[in-house]
């Protein structure tokens, strides 16, 4: 049985200036999309937050992470959502698109959050964190990869990802 003719794009379209403001508001909804499933995850391990983000940021930034912590966690992972996708979107621009695209992209997000993370020194290497950390880790950067994904190759490639015409 023959594969069904390739729906690859034939170009993106929208400018790449236009993609790369996509790509920050893709990451706001993937940023959102990771707060969702973060709070379900945690409603069924019992799992509290972590504050390892917002620890990030205030070592990263001088801010005393007493004063809000959970204002920092907000703004590290934001920030880090709206710094990232752009390149997410970039890659939808330049005709890498798909599951295999966001899941090479959730590497990008784990490594930038993983090297100001380290370098702020607020965790070990994420090797050394027990499974269950990073586990959900990976959960909750495989949530936002592809759903930020989802949102750029859809609207700068027209890429649907469960068929139909362009």
């Not at 069904?4 to 034939?10: A, D, E, I, K, R």
């Not at 499933?37 to 391990?45: A, D, F, P, Y």
């Not at 784990?110 to 380290?118: P, Q």
């Amino acid at each position: 049985m023959a594969d069904s003719p390739s729906f690859y794009p034939s170009g993106p379209h929208l400018p790449f200036g236009q993609s790369v403001a996509m790509g920050i508001g893709a990451g706001a909804i993937g940023v959102a999309a990771m707060t969702v499933s973060n709070k379900l995850e945690q409603l069924v391990t019992g799992r509290p937050n972590s504050y390892v983000p917002g620890h990030t940021t205030g070592n990263t930034f001088g801010i005393s992470r007493s004063r809000t912590p959970d204002g920092l966690n907000h703004l590290h992972h934001w920030g880090m959502g709206l710094i990232t996708a752009p390149v997410r979107a970039i890659m939808a621009y330049n005709g890498v698109t798909g599951p295999y695209a966001s899941f090479i992209f959730m590497a990008l997000r784990l490594m930038a959050d993983e090297v100001l993370e380290y370098n702020a020194g607020t965790t070990p290497k994420p090797w050394t964190l027990p499974v269950m950390d990073q586990t959900v880790d990976l959960l909750h950067k495989f949530v936002f990869a592809f759903v930020s994904g989802y949102v750029c190759d859809r609207t700068i490639q027209r890429v649907r990802y469960f068929g139909g015409d362009y």
